[in-house]
T-cell receptor
Framework: DIQMTQSPSSLSASAGDRVTISCRAS??????LNWYQQKPGKAPKFLIY???SLQSGVPSRFSGSGSGTEFTLTISSVQPEDSATYYC????????FGQGTRLEI | EVQLVESGGAFVQPGGSLRLSCAAS????????MAWVRQAPGKGLEWVAS??????????LDFVKGRSIVSRDNAKRSLYLQMNNLRAEDSAVYYC?????FGGGWSFDSWGHGTLVTVSS
């Protein structure tokens, strides 16, 4: 099984900050990497697919990069409504999620 | 608008069985892969099972393989998860998710609100 490891596990930022969340795969997943946002008590929301493609309707302050085993989710100017837990997920071999990164604004 | 509505979650004793359902609307159900993803209380997301458009291909998390069966009824626009021999570790909110394909990969692009399964004596 492919293991996904996110860092940090949690972070605190101020509105307007640039925030970066990392995701590492235990072996290459090519660009088959997605990102999701989940707010407390809510279902996850799909943000980014294929490592760097923004899902329709997602604000442009969100971006993704990487390939192989190293990936990054960046929020260029974080807003209060971005407080949530973020998950990466690989689809190279079935599906596994990272453990999540809790972002507090 | 895509809508996925799960039902069937309940409190069940270890060793018991449960059948979860997901009613889909707002998209062409019969042409979409579908999946179940779960989340234990206070924990992260865990993919459970996926099923192809016509139901011929199915994939499972190793932990549930042999105890669970994913199925679908395209005429009823419904997805199901039959879970047997339930264990405490199966306690979670179970989400129904629509899968979208892209260039060899895939993602969960729409999610239901989830149904809670609690396994306890």
């Amino acid at each position: 099984d492919i293991q996904m490891t996110q860092s940090p596990s949690s972070l605190s930022a101020s509105a307007g900050d640039r925030v970066t969340i990392s995701c590492r795969a235990s072996r290459s997943v090519s660009s088959f990497l997605n990102w999701y946002q989940q707010k407390p008590g809510k279902a996850p929301k799909f943000l980014i697919y294929a490592a760097s493609s923004l899902q329709s309707g997602v604000p442009s302050r969100f971006s993704g990069s990487g390939s192989g085993t190293e990936f990054t989710l960046t929020i260029s100017s974080v807003q209060p409504e971005d407080s949530a837990t973020y998950y990466c997920q690989q689809s190279y071999d079935r599906a596994t999620f990272g453990q999540g990164t809790r972002l507090e604004i | 608008e895509v809508q996925l509505v799960e039902s069937g979650g309940a409190f069940v004793q270890p060793g018991g069985s449960l059948r979860l359902s997901c009613a889909a609307s707002g998209f062409t159900f019969g042409t979409s892969w579908m999946a179940w993803v779960r989340q234990a209380p206070g924990k992260g997301l865990e993919w459970v099972a996926s099923i192809k458009q016509d139901g011929t291909d199915k994939y499972y998390l190793d932990f549930v393989k042999g105890r669970s069966i994913v199925s679908r009824d395209n005429a009823k626009r419904s997805l199901y998860l039959q879970m047997n021999n339930l264990r405490a570790e199966d306690s979670a909110v179970y989400y129904c998710a629509k899968i979208t394909l892209f260039g060899g990969g895939w993602s969960f692009d729409s999610w239901g609100h989830g149904t809670l399964v609690t396994v306890s004596s």
